[in-house]
């Protein structure tokens, strides 16, 4: 199994930036995609943004030009940038690996409260 922990979260006002970390460990297939996903009070987690093994970037609408992904491979982390921020940013945050191909196997971390005040 992989294991995820995140960290950076916390409360911040309208406008200022955070930083997420994912400490990834365990063994890691070649060959995968890291997402970060967010889930508010009341509503179904959603993906945020993720990155493949090769480095290419999606991201969902809502964050596009705010929040930015990367990850550093030798120090086995996962980033994101969050500049920007709303209060609808509010939620949970968790960090998400998965191989490519899945087979149906994912893993998660323990997630990470961001609260944006107005």
């Known amino acids: 199994q992989v294991q995820l922990v995140e960290s950076g979260g916390g409360l911040v006002q309208a406008g200022g930036s955070l930083r997420l970390s994912c400490k990834v460990s365990?063994?890691?297939?070649?060959?995968?995609?890291m997402g970060w996903y967010r889930q508010a009070p009341g509503k179904q987690r959603e993906l945020v943004a993720s990155?493949?093994?090769?480095?290419?970037?999606n991201y969902a609408e809502s964050v596009k030009g705010r929040f930015t992904i990367s990850r550093d491979n030798p120090k086995n982390m996962v980033y994101l940038q969050m500049n920007s921020l709303k209060p609808e940013d509010t939620a949970v945050y968790y960090c998400?690996?998965?191989?490519?191909?899945?087979?149906?196997?994912?893993?998660w971390g323990q997630g990470t409260q961001v609260t944006v005040s107005s």
């Open positions: 990155i493949f093994s090769g480095g290419s970037t």
């Open positions: 998400n690996y998965s191989p490519v191909p899945s087979r149906g196997r994912d893993d």
């Open positions: 365990g063994i890691i297939q070649s060959s995968n995609v």
